[in-house]
């Protein structure tokens, strides 16, 4: 039997016997290998010495991955040294540098070419096993070090070209030897590549400079890895994915802009272009905005401006790695920061998942036969499976969870068993199948540094492979591989399953009916399950907002961004009256924000803010339209409600700061602030305030109002002191309500035969009045009526004091004893509104007159006919029978009876006198409490019905279906909610109309 030394030493061994020899010891190709073995001992010298090392050679080429590849490289590299005697020599005597040079030359043919090229680098690369590996400072000490006396641009480019070619057989050889680790085997590479980026940048930077005869660059200028780069996870074999930023000194100098696009082009061509020294690497630029047809380098603004209104799904999911490299790296931080918004939302992002699902799903279409199982990368169970895993989570939660936004998947991993978002047994299972995945891969690119993610089908190839990775066999690759594929697989389709019970469910079904993937007929029963009716209207609804959110964004944002906002809002929806009609109106009003997208990550980003939102576009015409005519309201929604005197005060100041205005603008700016104040007091109600507190805010607001417009426009003539504008009717109690009329009356102290005073006056009231109620694009103020005055219509419009004393005393009639007990002054002086106080109070409270109750039954009952129209269709609240009528003639008839001689009946307004009830024999404490729930539930109702139209309705339908959006917001419950209301209605207006008919009676 041969001894490994006779191949080189015994003249007795034939030929045949030394390859059956090298045969028998595992040789794939022994012609091969023994041609290669006496190629290297040619000379005598080299012979001895392969003869000594023989026995530790062979042994030592066996164990490598591929022991006839390790030969050939062998033979190969002493050819291409000196001295190969003394180097032999030298193999023999270090048994660690034979192992590491067989095993790089049988693991890697790409490597030994780099030795093979540059046979003293392998002295330098024994000498690196010795030591930790170098940091990105070393590295950056080291090229500059290297660079310092090299002037010429392709000379410094050649040079940097094979400094990183040693650093790659570093860090390779290392890799293969296992003396690195998956992650930081991928770090020291992707550091390579930033300082080997940034080395080029300096030198084209200079060599344009020269060019363009500038002293220094016009700005900042940052280069930003993304992809495997970014997240320091890079292959041997990737392409660099790259974005150029730029922060030009000028933002006005295009002469700047353009130098950028120079400098980003000339050092896209310094990486890639090939020299004699090869080239640095491939430069994928196609993750800029655009893509391939895009700027090659943006300014900050320009990024910033484009991932806000643009920016799609995957450009999030690629920037969640995206990493300063080279260049200004204070500008490249700064990109960072702005971007940060637009990768992690503040909101889940729901719909991603089916946006990504969709990705994945493309991406494994367009590679075809390339993503099988034996590709590691996109194959079934592969790397990009756990990545998308990872990178799912980030994208979703990273709003929330800062620690979440890691750049490298194992980080991001380990991030999120850390925030509770995965079990750690998942985590362990993805990182060591990531680890598995990347090693497979790693080693596949070694071979000849192509960038291949496949494994071989060849049985000796994949021998080799499972050699690599310093398994036994290519049945334990298989095995293990096979393992680690099912397991990542099933965990990734677990998280992109299209599951119902599932957290994300409603925003991907959502994406898909809006992406139209969702038949129609099962898209409306789909809605319709989740209690959204009727469908084929809520569907139109939510399509058309989709439609109208991409005219102003980019298709995929818009349905992205809609589709979480309506997922967030489904549950919702389905608990308002007329869900079709919010979504309608969520439209309408996002467009009133002139940013749609924008506003509806507000809603999602802010759940009180959605809430309100949804609340007041469900809560009638009134608030709805209001809201969506004045977008800037939406910040009220989340303020705190202001106490009346505050609210007062400001109105009050408000106010006065328009008064230099000229007349026309004035009414309008008038008009707009009343329609805000208002809306902010009806929303302070539905938000769960109280009714009381609501009618004397807006009794408030209407006061002051009418307090300006008298003061504004009262004639210098006229002296100040000498008139007043009293309130009368629900101002005048301080119960106003929504579309409510001022009933206003104004008198002055004055002689009625003084023509010159009289005219002045009357003109001083129609031009207030005017100003209050006449129609501008602003709509009015309020609808002022001036008939509860004495005479009527018939009357003067201001009325001297003493003419109002006459008429009490001789002409006036009992019913007007009833509208005068909620008299109250808004714009008087003290004496003069003492003095009018005086005498209606001697007028409303003199003498009972027995044939009150009966003449105020005959007037009641008119009105109720000639006014209230109900006919079986519809039921008057106001003036209908037992409505809010009612209540006000059986109370103001006690007041009068009482109040001759209890002054604690002299109450103005029905709310206030209702709750402090005094005892008195013509109502019973019990009788009392019912009439204050009747009263709350009818004004409550009246407030309904007229937002509801944005009208003074007065009335309700008798049908059920009819008011049923009514009856929901006032808290009935489905699906009999309007018959609910309707037998309330009924119930309260017999039972109020037996009191006050009973009430009459005792008096």
């Not at 080291?142 to 040693?166: N, V």
């Not at 938000?687 to 210098?716: C, T, Y």
């Not at 005892?919 to 009818?938: I, K, N, S, V, W």
Request: glycine share 6%.
């Amino acid at each position: 039997m041969p001894t490994p030394s006779d191949l080189f030493l015994s003249p007795d061994l034939t030929e045949d016997e030394a390859r059956a020899f090298l045969a028998s010891l595992g040789f794939r190709d022994a012609v091969a290998v023994d041609t290669h073995l006496q190629a290297m001992a040619e000379d005598l010298v080299v012979r001895e010495a392969l003869g000594r090392l023989a026995p530790d050679l062979l042994p030592a080429l066996l164990e490598s991955p591929d022991p006839d590849a390790a030969v050939v490289g062998l033979s190969r590299y002493l050819a291409a040294r000196t001295g190969r005697s003394m180097f032999v020599d030298y193999l023999r005597e270090d048994p660690r540098a034979l192992h590491v040079l067989t095993y790089v030359f049988g693991a890697s043919p790409f490597l030994g070419e780099i030795l093979i090229r540059n046979p003293e680098y392998f002295h330098w690369l024994i000498s690196q096993f010795e030591r930790s590996a170098p940091d990105l400072r070393d590295l950056e000490d080291d090229i500059e070090g290297q660079l310092s006396t090299i002037d010429d641009p392709a000379e410094a480019l050649d040079t940097l070209k094979r400094w990183k070619r040693r650093e790659t057989l570093r860090i390779a050889a290392r890799d293969l030897l296992r003396r690195e680790t998956v992650e930081t085997a991928t770090a020291q590479i992707s550091d390579l590549a930033g300082v080997a980026i940034d080395t080029a940048l300096g030198v084209v930077t200079r060599q344009l400079l020269a060019a363009e005869e500038r002293d220094s660059p016009p700005g900042a200028f940052a280069v930003i890895g993304m992809g495997k780069l970014g997240g320091r996870e890079l292959n041997y074999s990737s392409d660099i994915d790259l974005i150029y930023v730029y922060d030009a000194d000028s933002e006005d100098d295009s002469s700047a802009r353009d130098f950028f696009h120079r400098l980003g082009r000339k050092l896209t061509a310094a990486l890639g272009e090939h020299s004699g020294e090869s080239y640095l690497y491939r430069v994928d630029l196609r993750l800029r905005p655009g893509g391939a047809k895009g700027n090659i380098a943006y300014s900050l603004e320009e990024y910033d401006e484009y991932y806000t209104s643009w920016g799609e799904t995957f450009e999030r999911f690629a920037l969640i790695k995206a990493r300063p490299i080279a260049g200004d790296l204070q500008l490249g931080r700064r990109f960072i920061d702005r971007v940060q918004p637009f990768v992690y939302r503040k909101y889940l992002d729901r719909a991603a998942i089916e946006e990504l699902s969709r990705y994945k799903a493309r991406s494994d279409q367009a590679l075809g036969g390339k993503a099988d199982e034996r590709n590691v990368k996109a194959g079934r169970g592969g790397i990009r499976e756990v990545e998308l895993f990872t990178q799912v989570f980030q994208l979703s939660y990273g709003g929330q969870i800062a620690a979440l936004r890691q750049p490298s998947t194992l980080g991001g991993l380990e991030a999120l068993v850390r925030a509770n978002l995965v079990p750690k047994s998942v985590q362990y299972e993805l990182s060591h199948a990531y680890v598995f995945l990347r090693s497979i891969e790693h080693r596949l690119q070694l071979v000849q540094e192509n960038q291949t993610h496949r494994m071989s089908d060849q049985a000796h190839e994949l021998e080799i492979s499972a050699r690599r990775l310093g398994l036994g066999s290519s049945e334990d690759l298989d095995k293990q591989l096979g393992s680690y594929r099912d397991r990542v697989n099933a965990i990734y389709l677990g998280l992109f399953e299209h599951k119902k019970d599932s957290g994300e469910f409603e925003a991907r079904q959502l994406f898909r009916i809006l992406n139209k993937d969702v038949p129609e007929p099962e898209a409306m029963a789909y809605l319709e399950s989740c209690g959204l009716s009727p469908g084929r209207a809520m569907l139109d609804a939510m399509l058309s907002m989709n439609q109208a959110a991409a005219l102003a964004q980019a298709p995929a944002v818009a349905r992205n961004v809609v589709a979480n906002v309506l997922a967030a809002l489904m549950s919702r929806l389905a608990e308002c009256a007329r869900p079709d009609q919010v979504v309608t109106r969520l439209e309408q009003l996002a467009a009133a924000t002139g940013g749609p997208i924008h506003f509806y990550r507000s809603l999602l980003e802010h759940r009180a803010l959605r809430e309100a939102a949804i609340m007041t576009l469900d809560s009638g015409d009134l608030p709805s339209l209001r809201l969506i005519r004045y977008p800037e309201l939406l910040d009220s929604l989340i303020l705190p409600p202001e106490d009346i005197d505050t609210a007062g005060r400001k109105i009050a100041s408000a106010l006065d700061w328009r008064e230099d205005l000229d007349r026309e603008s004035r009414m309008n700016q008038v008009r707009r602030l009343k329609h805000l104040e208002e809306f902010k007091v009806v929303f302070e109600w539905l938000a769960g305030g109280d009714l009381d507190l609501l009618q004397e805010k807006l009794s408030l607001i209407a006061e002051l109002n009418v307090e300006r417009a008298a003061r504004w426009h009262a004639p210098q003539s006229l002296e100040r002191r000498s008139w007043a504008v009293m309130a009368l009717g629900k101002l005048g109690g301080i119960e106003l309500t929504v579309h409510s009329d001022l009933d206003l009356v104004v008198f002055y102290d004055g002689d009625s035969d003084d023509g010159p005073a009289f005219e002045g006056y009357q003109a001083f009231v129609t031009a207030m009045t005017t100003f209050l109620d006449r129609p501008t694009a602003e709509g009015s103020v309020y609808r002022v009526d001036t008939r509860l005055r004495p005479e009527g219509r018939k009357g003067a419009l201001a009325i001297p004091v003493s003419m109002f004393q006459r008429y009490l005393d001789t002409r006036a009639e009992q019913w007007e004893r009833l509208a005068w007990t909620r008299c109250r002054p808004l714009a008087a002086p003290p004496e003069m509104a003492a003095r009018i106080q005086e005498l209606v109070t001697a007028f409303v409270y003199g003498p009972w007159d027995p044939r009150m109750p009966s003449t105020m039954r005959d007037i009641r009952a008119r009105m109720e006919r000639e006014l209230g129209h109900e006919d079986g269709q519809r039921m008057d609240f106001k003036v209908g029978k037992g409505g809010l009528a009612d209540i006000d003639f059986m109370l103001q008839l006690i007041q009068i009876r009482e109040g001759h001689r209890r002054p604690e009946f002299r109450i103005a307004g029905t709310r206030h006198l209702l709750a402090s009830l005094p005892e008195t024999p013509y109502l019973a404490p019990d009788e009392g409490q019912f009439l204050r729930g009747a009263h709350r539930f009818l004004r409550s109702l009246e407030l309904m019905a007229r937002m509801e139209t944005d009208t003074n309705l007065s009335w309700i339908s008798s049908d059920p279906e009819l008011v049923s959006a009514i009856a929901i917001r006032m808290g009935f419950a489905r699906p009999s909610a309007g018959e609910q209301l309707l037998d309330k209605y009924r119930k309260t207006t017999t039972a109020v109309r037996d009191l006050y008919l009973q009430v009459i009676e005792r008096m």
